[in-house]
């Protein structure tokens, strides 16, 4: 019988190349393809997609599979890096790695994939789906630290149809473990870290290229005039370093807590516990489930509002108008407009929707953040 085949995209990482050894072990017919998203050149003038694809071609020729590169620059620009740069513009704070999972790699990337004749696609996310009852869920990876749902949101049932996900059962420590039992050339590659396309490179210097600083002023809620910001778009709610005004005050840390876009004011509070900083719920909109069901509804689910947050207890109401508003059962620090709310029911990751509005905490209520 002919072998199914897989097309695994490979990033030159221990994930990824891991994920390929597995589904050849299964007996599937794999194919690995590196895509180029990005003319990523950094600091130091080197190009780090020709390091990465190296690596794939070092890792496929070690487990024996054919290997091909894509380009997806224009995709990539045209999809997700105009898109990332508008919202900044709006004073947001974008997260386009969600939305290069749902234009990029689980779209253009499969169409490319399906031309290659491939039965299936497959990356080395670390999250599960479960295919019981005719029904497609995403679920959150065996390993707690490393779960990629996050960024797997926005995708539907019809995205995941033919993907598989080979290391959503491991840990990244068994992961890197069989790199090493390989001798993959890349099994003590470090893993990549940031907004992909920025990569290690500093945030500010980089988006001066693409968007022109407008220095404005820093205001305390009071309206004293703190400092002086280099451009709205380099911060985020919740910040603390790169204000420059540490010595103002009564000497705890200052923190971002909102962005007047009209007069360009950065506004910022003391202390980590400022209720400035807590809001109480959000509105979203842009609401995607995997089952595609965005109904409107209320529920009671746990939520985070940025990777690396501990689940948050919500009630979800999505609202005829196609926007959600999710109540949160305390208050929660920081969240920021742009961001992405996701839903999870315990271990299945139902969705998600991207923040528009943060409804504040009333001073009046401070106590209960502390
Ligand atoms: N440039 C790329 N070309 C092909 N596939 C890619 C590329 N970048 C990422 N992927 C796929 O998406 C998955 C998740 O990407 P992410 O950037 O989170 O990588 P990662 O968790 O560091 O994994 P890896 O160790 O494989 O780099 C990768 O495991 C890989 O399958």
Known sequence: MKKKRVVVGMSGGVDSSVAAYLLKQE???????????WDDTNDDGVCTATEDYEDVKRVANQLGIPYYSVNFEKEYWDRVFTYFIDELKRGRTPNPDVLCNTEIKFKAFVDYALSLDADYIATGHYARINRENGQIALLRGKDPNKDQTYFLSQLTAEHLSKVLFPIGELTKDEVRKIAQELNLVNANKKDSTGICFIGERNFKNFLKNYLPAQPGEIRSLDGEVLGTHDGLMYYTIGQRKGLGIGG?????????????????????????NHPALFSTGLIASNISFINGDVRPRTFACTAKFRYRQEDQKVTVHIRPNGTAFVEFEKPVK???????????DNDVCLGSAIIDEVIKMDASTATAAS
Not at 335 to 344: C, D, E, I, L
């Open 248 to 272: 103002k005050g009564t000497g705890e840390p200052w923190y971002v807590v909102d962005k007047d876009l009209e007069n360009n004011v950065l506004l910022v509070a003391q202390g980590k």
């Open 334 to 344: 920081a969240v920021t407009p742009g961001q992405v709310a996701v839903f999870y």
């Open 27 to 37: 007996g599937y017919d794999v194919i690995g393809v590196f895509m180029k998203n």
